[in-house]
């Protein structure tokens, strides 16, 4: 095979050919670009290991091993012997050239992230936060292709906590106060705050206050604004109280017959102070009078250096929290005149404030925006670049003890954000991964509590109440009603979404109706709008299915008769008659496949002599390797003819559930190897729960699914890809350690009390 050259439009597409032709185990000689694209030299690493050994020896003994030759006066022999050796020095050279440059000369995707979010001013802390769960998904594109923006860019969101609804702020009004050091922009900022409120209710409930008595102009200034804006402006000097000005604004008006009573939104700009003034604890006092602690909002510099900022941070927190109320959040100014904003929206993660606003200039109130999280951060990333300033050097200059203290504290502090931040997300992705996570927890309390709290929350009106309340189309999934193989109990019903992707809810069969009737009633007061069955019911089941407007689709085989123009035909058979669709996208057996589709209106009977059949389509499906095209698996389906449900967007989704039973008998085994659930029946739900969240995920194409699965591989602290089984244990290893890190929260909290 040896030494083989691939070019291909990108790396991603050239490693695939590699792969392809080579297979897991290969030397990359070479990795350039070229004209058209991306260059890679490889070749198989037994081969390599077989060339190095037979050239190790010096040219010398390959010249003598050909000495006999030499005597031979033919120059054409002398020729070819120059030649052999000059060749076998190339070939040396060239294998130890490759090895050295695919070892030390193509950095790694991770390193040329992690400089990127540096050069962008994030710390070294935060980029190696987010660069050791990076998915297996990228490990092939160029670090500077959308792909891979569009991850880091949603790593730095999920940390990046944003003021949600600004309606409901104004709505709820309430006093607020600018805090931050000397020349940030406070006084401006409290004009165009104040500003956003009046062009949406006017400014007869506004009042600005200023308690800056220090700088000269401070208050005529704010009267100049106060002035444009038709709103009120109180000035306080320095001994002034504040809390009986702000009885005053914010009491009722019938309580106080004044025309400044009752003011929904008071906006305060204070004086400004340094973080090292010892006076800053006494001036956050002094905003805790009142009827109501105004909440304190730090206006930030963006131009500002990131330790100045660090510690401008700290000096008010902690002045705030001594004052009793911790920064209700902060407002980013000047970001017009910063060279890089990912020093100070790295503060900003790290402290774990608020970000309400961003301001870029001088105009009142054009230039306070709302935050737009995506356009920020890829801002701040576009505005990564070489700086003499901009080093990670000094991260590496710690003691070793002081060193190694501060990484296992910034390593659980990330395990812990890591583990909210995954659930978080698949709270909002899985209907019923709250009540996943409330029952895990359940396994953990004393057998009696635990088992009774287990019973009611797995209970079939409790996930009733999440569908009803989700108020979202969702689907059924009916195995066969007999025991999994491996097992002695029958697979679950599991919801599906609308789309046919398993979500972490699920029915014990036993608990079901008697008869099938009866069953699929069931189901439709619980609302699925269709079913999937790896078994074809009674022609009559699914008459009443149909009559009630509910669509069904079912697993066969090709020996299945089915009634066609008049004949009975087996359905593999049949098929020959019917429509090729579009193939479809999916994974299959962990590989990319593509499953190519045949459709056929046609009937189906109870009974041969029954002279009319319900309308049904069939389905045939070939499932082939997404590279070779070569067949890896066939299917044949049966569905329901309703004409408003898409059957054939859902027959992926329909071989991916195939493997359900299969991953939640694994599933049982594992929980009871962790002695978990002491009861079988409460173990194999909630063991059929956590399956179908695993191979949700495993299939799941979107951006979510695939930070989820990144950031899985760092908690459990191994690649699991898209595997469903490494998925599942993962998924077990996240619950058990955000388990025992909120046991540990409690227990500091009642040692503390």
């Known amino acids: 095979m040896g030494v083989q050259r691939f070019v291909a439009s990108n790396s991603r597409e050239a490693m695939r050919q590699v792969r392809s032709a080579l297979g897991d185990q290969v030397l990359i000689l070479s990795n350039r670009s070229v004209e058209g694209g991306v260059e890679i030299i490889a070749m198989p690493e037994q081969e390599h290991e077989q060339a190095l050994s037979s050239v190790d020896g010096p040219a010398e003994d390959v010249a003598s091993a050909e000495a006999p030759m030499a005597t031979v006066t033919d120059p054409t022999v002398e020729t070819l012997q120059a030649l052999n050796r000059q060749l076998l020095d190339d070939v040396r050279a060239m294998l130890r050239e490759g090895v050295a440059s695919s070892q030390a000369s193509t950095p790694s995707l991770a390193t040329i992230l992690r400089q990127r979010l540096i050069q962008a ?12 769960d990076s998915p297996d998904e990228l490990r092939d594109e160029p670090a500077e292709s959308p792909a891979v923006t569009a991850w880091l860019v949603r790593q730095l969101s999920s940390r990046l906590s944003l003021l949600e609804d600004e309606e409901a702020l104004f709505a709820d009004g309430g006093v607020f106060a600018l805090v931050g050091p000397t020349g940030v922009g406070k006084t401006t900022t409290t004009a165009k705050l104040a500003s956003r409120y009046v062009m949406r209710h006017g400014p007869k409930d506004v009042a600005l206050v200023t308690t800056d008595s220090y700088r000269i102009g401070a208050a005529e200034q704010l009267r100049i604004y106060a002035r444009l804006l038709g709103t009120e402006v109180h000035a306080l000097e320095q001994n002034g109280d504040l809390g009986d000005l702000l009885t005053r604004l914010t009491q009722p008006r019938r309580a106080l017959l004044s025309r400044s009573a009752g003011k929904k939104l008071t906006v305060i700009d204070t004086v400004g102070m ?60 000047k ?60 991260a590496r200059t710690l003691p070793p003890q002081q060193a190694r203290q501060q990484a296992i504290s910034r390593g659980v502090l990330r395990q812990s954000d890591a583990l909210a931040a995954t659930l978080d997300t698949l709270k909002q992705h899985n209907l019923g991964m709250t009540l996943l996570e409330q029952a895990w927890h359940r396994t953990r309390l004393p057998t009696a509590s635990g088992g009774e709290e287990f019973s009611r929350l797995m209970a079939g009106v409790t996930q009733q109440s999440l569908l009803s309340a989700a108020d979202t ?4 999934y009916w195995s066969k009603a007999v025991s999994v193989s491996g097992a002695d109990q029958a697979m679950p019903l ?8 398993p979500q972490p809810l699920t029915w014990p069969r036993h608990r079901l109706p008697a008869g099938s009737g009866e069953q699929f009633r069931w189901a439709e007061k619980l609302g699925a709008g269709w079913h999937l069955m790896t078994q074809l019911p009674t022609v009559a089941d699914l008459e009443r299915i149909d009559a009630a407007g509910r669509g069904w689709l079912a697993a066969v085989t090709g020996t299945r008769r089915i009634r066609h123009d008049g004949e009975w035909l087996a359905l593999s058979q049949a098929m020959a008659l019917g429509e090729t669709l579009e193939p479809r996208p999916l994974r299959h057996q962990g590989r990319a496949a593509s499953l190519h589709l045949t459709r056929l209106e046609t009937s189906i009977s109870q009974r041969r002599r029954d002279s009319h059949g319900l309308p049904v389509v069939a389905w045939y499906g070939e499932i082939r390797d997404a590279d070779e095209g070569r067949r890896l698996a066939r299917r044949f389906w049966l569905s329901s003819s309703h004409p408003g449900l898409d059957i054939a967007s859902r027959l992926p989704q329909a071989v991916i559930a195939e493997a359900l039973p299969g991953l939640t008998r694994q599933a ?46 760092g908690i459990a602290q191994r690649r699991c890809g898209r595997r469903p089984r490494a998925l599942l244990e993962a998924l077990m290893d996240t619950l058990s350690a955000h388990d025992a890190l909120a046991g540990l929260a409690s227990s500091d909290r009642a040692l503390a009390a």
Not at 123 to 131: K, P
Not at 306 to 317: C, E, K, P, R, S
Not at 369 to 381: K, Q, Y
């Open 668 to 713: 049982d085994q594992l929980l009871q190897a962790r002695g978990l659930v002491e009861d079988r029946e409460q173990r194999w739900q909630l063991a059929s729960t956590l399956s179908a969240l695993a191979l949700r995920l495993s299939a799941e194409e979107a951006n979510w699914a695939m930070d989820v699965r990144a950031r899985l591989s």
């Open 274 to 333: 340094s973080q090292r003034d010892q006076h800053l604890v006494g001036e956050i006092s002094r905003l805790g009078s009142g009827p109501a602690p105004a909440r304190r909002v730090l206006v930030l510099n963006a131009a500002s250096h990131g330790d100045t900022l660090a510690q401008v941070i700290d000096a008010w927190q902690q002045a705030s929290l001594e004052a009793g109320e911790p920064l209700w959040g902060c407002i980013l100014t």
């Open 121 to 132: 001013g994030f710390s070294a802390a935060l980029a190696d936060e987010i660069i050791q």
């Open 335 to 394: 970001l017009d005149e910063a060279a890089r904003l990912g020093n100070v929206l790295d503060v900003v993660i790290r402290h774990r404030l608020k970000l309400c606003y961003v301001s870029r200039g001088q105009r009142v109130p054009e230039d306070l925006e709302r935050v737009d999280a995506t356009s920020l951060l890829n801002e701040a990333l576009a505005l990564a670049g070489e700086s003499p300033f901009v080093s990670d050097a000094a």
């Open 494 to 501: 599991v919801s599906l979404d609308h789309q046919g992707m």
């Open 473 to 476: 189309p969702h689907a059924l």
